[in-house]
């Protein structure tokens, strides 16, 4: 019996945590004035038709001590108010992990992301949370046996592309081909979970670009086929399109942004509601027998 594909759909819900390490004026005053009109917006989209999502939430949002001193608003770094419109969102949201205060696995030691991943862990316990999902800060996978230590089950991987990831010297051209890969109608890869040992990597398919810069160029009309294509992949192969953004991808034109998803959540939907495929959350992925937690 063929296996039916499946829709995965992730946001790395960050705030100012996102850009810690880079932080402008700008950037620190739209956490605290943009973010919460578009997670209001996109909730209501997820719940128009019906479409779950896998919120990756840095665990520090929850944490008023951790806002304490840093700069502007509270707003750009605290944000429970956020997290409880999705947890009683009349759609069945996954309210996923995006690390403790946003650092990078792939540059830190084992005991940093043991700490860091207790951190969040407790949080998410605290508020009722479940804990079995991980998005990696930056998409930067690193100390996996952490991970499943810490009672983790699933990850989103890197995106699967058509052109190598080059790092060095060479990284400009992975970047020129990364927007080029955005801006014109290539197909996204669709992929299927992978198992490491008790964790399961749901690599990522396709991210929604923000309209700032060049990526003003990224047409709707050429996202919106990227889209379809993905889907109908997902449908056509029994693999798993994974859909990701952040909420700050809608800072600019932010109605077409909107009317792009309200566009294939609507197409996703109809297609779930014909049997084509499944529409998921990461956690869905997760082994039946999880494994145990860290002490």
């Known amino acids: 019996m063929k296996r039916k594909g499946k829709l995965v759909i992730s946001i790395d819900l960050?705030?100012?945590?996102?850009?810690?390490?880079?932080?402008?004026?700008?950037?620190?005053?739209?956490?605290?004035?943009?973010?919460?009109?578009?997670?209001?917006?996109?909730?209501?989209?997820?719940?128009?038709?019906?479409?779950?999502?896998?919120?990756?939430?840095?665990?520090?949002?929850?944490?008023?001590?951790?806002?304490?001193?840093?700069?502007?608003?509270?707003?750009?770094?605290?944000?429970p108010d956020i997290v409880e419109r999705i947890a009683t969102s009349k759609v069945r949201h996954e309210i996923g992990s995006?690390?403790?205060?946003?650092?990078?696995?792939?540059?830190?030691?084992?005991?940093?992301?043991?700490?860091?991943?207790?951190?969040?862990?407790?949080?998410?316990?605290?508020?009722?949370?479940?804990?079995?999902?991980?998005?990696?800060?930056?998409?930067?996978?690193?100390?996996l046996d952490v991970l499943a230590e810490a009672g983790l089950a699933t990850y989103r991987g890197p995106d699967l592309q058509w052109f190598p990831v080059l790092?060095?010297?060479?990284?400009?051209?992975?970047?020129?081909a990364n927007l080029a890969d955005k801006l014109l109608p290539i197909p996204p890869r669709t992929g299927a979970p992978q198992s490491h040992d008790c964790l399961i990597e749901l690599p990522g398919s396709m991210l929604l670009l923000g309209r700032n810069g060049l990526r003003r160029f990224a047409l709707p009309a050429v996202t919106r086929r990227k889209l379809a294509m993905g889907l109908a992949r997902a449908a056509e192969s029994g693999g798993v399109f994974h859909f990701w953004f952040h909420p700050s991808n809608f800072y600019t034109r932010r109605q077409e942004q909107f009317d792009t998803v309200d566009w294939?959540?609507?197409?996703?939907?109809?297609?779930?509601?014909?049997?084509?495929?499944?529409?998921?959350?990461?956690?869905d992925f997760a082994p039946a027998q999880a494994p145990a937690a860290m002490n």
């Open 167 to 176: 790092a060095g010297p060479a990284r400009p051209i992975t970047r020129a």
């Open 14 to 79: 960050e705030l100012a945590w996102g850009v810690w390490d880079k932080l402008t004026p700008g950037q620190l005053a739209a956490a605290a004035s943009e973010e919460r009109p578009i997670c209001t917006a996109l909730l209501a989209l997820f719940e128009r038709h019906g479409v779950p999502a896998t919120w990756a939430l840095v665990a520090a949002l929850l944490d008023a001590e951790s806002a304490a001193g840093r700069p502007g608003n509270k707003a750009s770094w605290y944000a």
């Open 264 to 283: 294939f959540l609507q197409r996703a939907a109809d297609a779930a509601g014909r049997g084509e495929i499944e529409i998921a959350t990461m956690g």
């Open 98 to 143: 995006h690390g403790g205060r946003h650092i990078y696995f792939n540059a830190i030691d084992k005991a940093a992301a043991r700490a860091d991943l207790d951190f969040a862990r407790a949080l998410h316990r605290a508020h009722g949370l479940a804990f079995k999902s991980l998005v990696f800060p930056r998409n930067a996978v690193g100390h």
